[in-house]
Structures are given as structure tokens and as C-alpha cells.
């Protein structure tokens, strides 16, 4: 039973770790949904208050991008009896798709790829930073409905 309330805990944990991410992104994405499409006169001309919702919409969409893929999916399949030992992190997102959580693999790189861009300041390289800000605009949709299809998925199989 300890190793049952264990996973449950962890799980929980992981859970709990996600919404606060993602309650915070959809803040953030809130106070900056204006904002978009970013081009350089426009990053330029933005003001502190407009400068730290970005910020936080960067960092929570990282924490959650980042937590949902090292933590609470490893737990999801944990969860399913699913042998994840030694497994390389493209595997699990293979079975991560194979359970529906994921449209693709492929998709869930590319979101990777876009936190990467945007969590490295590049003062000196504006148009890749903007370029990231504005594929983030656009990935903010997909991790967001990946992370309501992962919660409601949780809900019906594992709680």
C-alpha cells in the first residue's frame, strides 16, 4: 500500500506543480495578448509592467513544458505499468503518443525547441529573440491543450 500512496503523492505533486504553471502562463498570456505579433519596434517600445508579464509567460511555459515532460510523464506511464526503465526521453514521448496525450513526437520537440530559443536572451540578436516570442505565441495554444487532455487523461485513468 506505501508504494501505492507513494505514486499518488508524486503524483499529486506533479499535478498540482503543472496548474500552477499553467494558471500562471494563462495570466501572463492574458496581459500580453496584445502584444502579438512581436517585431522590434514593438519589443522596444515595451514598458517594464509589459516586459515582466513576458518574462513570466516565458518561464512558466518552460516550468510547465519542463515538468510535464521530465516529471508527469514519466509518472503517467509509471502509473500504467508501462516499463519505462532506461528508457531515452524520445521513447517515452512515443509511448506518451501512443496513449493520446501527444498528437506527435514530433510536436512536443518542437516545443522543446521553442523554450530553448526563448529562455536565452540574446540582447545582441533581437529578431531570434522575437522570433521565439512569437513561435511561443503560437505553441502557448498547443501546450495548453496538451496539458488539459494530460489532466483530464489523469482524471479518468490513474485517479
Partial sequence: MLKNEDFSDRLNQSIATCRLHYQRMKFAESRTKNLFPLDVTTYKSLDNDQISYTDQLIYRFSKLQDTMGNKLFPLILEGLHEDIENMAFIDILLKIEKFGLINDSRQWLLLRETRNIITHEYPFQLDFLIEGLNQ????????????????????????
Fill in 136 to 159: 511561443l505565441k503560437e505553441q502557448l495554444t498547443v501546450l495548453s491543450d496538451i496539458w488539459e487532455h494530460t489532466e483530464e487523461f489523469i482524471r479518468q485513468r490513474l485517479l
